[in-house]
């Protein structure tokens, strides 16, 4: 099991920029690839973006195509998420998750280890 420590959520307005961060600690990080995900009030828990262990291979949800950008950083144990552009509809708690599969996946069920996960309010 891999414990996930997410940071970097807040409050932005509109047009904004924030960096997200999800530590990683308990097992090899590198034998892991990495997704974001999140979940606004009332509804379910969404795919958001997904980075392949080695880094070379990341898928993104439509809703964030071209605004958030996902990477990681395995002397550090984490992965980011940069979310520029953002728009209110993007207030959600996010969380990241850890995969050991080797192919990608946007279901939370093909993901092993979880985060408590992070705020992201923006207001309009």
């Known amino acids: 099991q891999v414990r996930l420590v997410e940071s970097g959520g807040g409050l932005v307005q509109a047009g904004g920029s924030l960096r997200l961060s999800c530590e990683a600690s308990?097992?090899?990080?590198?034998?892991?690839?990495m997704g974001w995900f999140r979940q606004a009030p009332g509804k379910e828990r969404v795919f958001v973006a997904y980075?392949?262990?080695?880094?070379?291979?990341?898928i993104y949800a439509d809703s964030v195509k071209g605004r958030f950008t996902i990477s990681r950083d395995d002397a550090k144990n984490t992965v980011y998420l940069q979310m520029n552009s953002l728009k209110p509809e993007d207030t959600a708690v996010y969380y990241c998750?850890?995969?050991?599969?080797?192919?990608?996946?946007?279901?939370?069920?093909?993901?092993?280890?979880w985060g408590q996960g992070t705020q992201v309010t923006v207001s309009s």
């Open positions: 998750a850890a995969r050991q599969g080797p192919t990608y996946s946007v279901y939370e069920y093909r993901y092993d280890d």
């Open positions: 980075i392949s262990r080695s880094g070379g291979g990341t």
């Open positions: 308990g097992r090899t990080f590198s034998n892991y690839a």
